[in-house]
Every structure is written in C-alpha cells, then in structure tokens.
Nanobody, 120 residues
Framework: QVQLVESEGGLVQPGGSLRLSCAAS????????MAWYRQAPGKQRESVAT???????NYADSVKGRFSISRDNAKNTVYLQMNSLKPEDTAVYYC??????????????WGQGTQVTVSS
C-alpha cells in the first residue's frame, strides 16, 4: 500500500505565498508522474501542475508564472510553491502520484487533500 501525506494548507491574504508538500511512503519501487490538482466548491477537480520523474513540468494556464512544481526523488516528495495568490485559487488541493511497487505493478494514488483559502 502507498500513502500520500500532504502538508497543511492555510489562510493566505491575496498576493501572498504558500508552499505545499506531499510525501509518498509505503511499498514504493518507483514514482513516475507526480501532480497537484485542486477542487473549488461547486467545481470539478482540475489539474494545477504536473512533473515527470525527469523533471518536465506542465501548468494550468491559470497558474502559469505564479506556481512552481518541483520534486525530490530521493525523498519521494513533491512540492507546490504558490506565489501571488488570488481569491480564485481557493480550493482543496490534492497531490497525485503514479507509483510502482517492487513487483512492478503500477497504481494511481491521491493525497487526502488540504484546504487553501485566499482571502483578506
């Protein structure tokens, strides 16, 4: 079994910054793509940023230039640095990882979600 544990989100003023982290643990042989998604009230879950094992990144248009995704493969951890936060960034943020176990079986795993609220 694999667990993804996210850091605590929080309340941030518009224009502020926040860094999220997500650590994977358990029966892990390799991790391919890691990503952050978010879901605002009444909306569908959407992709925010993705990063491959090799470090190739992709961002939603709404966060380009403000958010930065990175990972530490030695620690099985993915980060999301969020700058210039806007009220519309308010959502529950979820981390995601494609993980293979020692037998070579791949699975998709989600974190429990962490609330980020941007408000004055």
């Amino acid at each position: 079994q694999v667990q993804l544990v996210e850091s605590e989100g929080g309340l941030v003023q518009p224009g502020g910054s926040l860094r999220l982290s997500c650590a994977a643990s358990g029966s892990i042989f390799s991790i391919n793509t890691m990503a952050w998604y978010r879901q605002a009230p009444g909306k569908q879950r959407e992709s925010v940023a993705t990063i491959t094992r090799g470090g190739r990144t992709n961002y939603a248009d709404s966060v380009k230039g403000r958010f930065s995704i990175s990972r530490d493969n030695a620690k099985n951890t993915v980060y999301l640095q969020m700058n210039s936060l806007k009220p519309e960034d308010t959502a529950v943020y979820y981390c995601f990882a494609e993980v293979s176990n020692p037998t070579g079986r791949w699975g998709a795993y989600w974190g429990q979600g962490t609330q980020v609220t941007v408000s004055s």
